[in-house]
């Protein structure tokens, strides 16, 4: 594995997790203030802030723009670590960039253009304007009359390679500020290769010379979405070594489970790999077939990873 820096973007403060939900919902800007000094403390190089709504609360665009200066004020105080907006609306970044001080923070994350965001020439301009790092979702492709999901790993790699090209001439972004996403699905539920595809989008990304400095990121939590707890931090480590070995250097995580990669000859590497290449379609079968097997194969990793009780 060549020697990359990861760089972990915190995501405790995101409706997903209890304390920042209960934050919220109080509407307590100095929570916030102080799950940044967390993240902080622990390593974090950048704080994401995401006020939306998730699974366990609703939230509407109007109470998340009228606390949004508030919650920012807060973090910035707390911490001089860069923030990374997430949110798919427009409107969430024009309130966060206008009231983010990058005198104290330096350089904040717009996460993320995609190809089915509304509006996207102005977030675009926006990015331009606020000069930004930004986040570019590259799952996802315009296809005649709308958008689809990419479904190779080539497709992937057309997409980050267009909108790269757009932020660089429209936004005049340099590569090393431009942050390719290339998808992570969880691995309990990955019939479809979409794993492997991210893995092989990320190798053919950093083999192009034409992308050479841009940045490359999943959402950790994703991964082991929905796998048993006792086996959850050991398959996302895991996974960070494979991802870190096709190109990986940034990733959205939970800067309290200390998430890193594990040595390469790790047991659980071992497992993860080949758990992964019984995804691959062999023999004229269909990617269905490969798809099972692949998810028998992860299924028994994490009866074997899960603490006996």
Sequence with gaps: MSERTLHVIGELMNNSYARARNAFVARDASAYGRLARVQADLGAHYLTLNLDGTARIQVRMAEMLAFLPDAVAAV???????????????????????????????????????????????MVELVAHYDTNVVVMASERFIPGGTAQCLTAADV?????????????KAGRRLDQIIIDPGLAPVGADTYGLV????????????????????????????????????????????????MEA?????????????????????????????????????????????YRQAEAIMALCAEAEPAE
């Design 247 to 291: 190109g990986l250097d940034f990733a959205l995580a939970n800067p309290e489970r200390a998430p890193g990669p594990l040595p390469a000859d790790h047991p659980m590497v071992d497992k993860l790999r080949a758990a992964l290449a019984q995804g691959r379609a062999i023999d004229g079968e269909s990617q269905e077939t490969a798809g």
């Design 196 to 243: 492997n595809i991210g893995l092989d989008a990320m190798r053919l990304i950093r083999a192009d010379p034409d992308l050479a400095g841009a940045h490359l990121i999943v959402g950790l939590s994703n991964f082991a979405w929905g796998t048993p707890r006792g086996a959850r931090e050991q398959l996302e480590c895991a996974y960070l070594t494979l991802g």
């Design 157 to 169: 790699h057309a997409a980050a390679k267009s909108f790269v090209e757009l932020l660089v001439t």
């Design 76 to 122: 910035q105080e707390a911490t001089s670590v860069p923030v990374s907006f997430d949110n798919p609306a427009i409107e969430y970044h024009k309130v966060a960039l206008a009231c983010y001080d990058r005198t104290r923070s330096g350089r904040p994350i717009l996460n993320s253009i995609a190809a089915s965001r509304d509006r996207l020439e102005e």
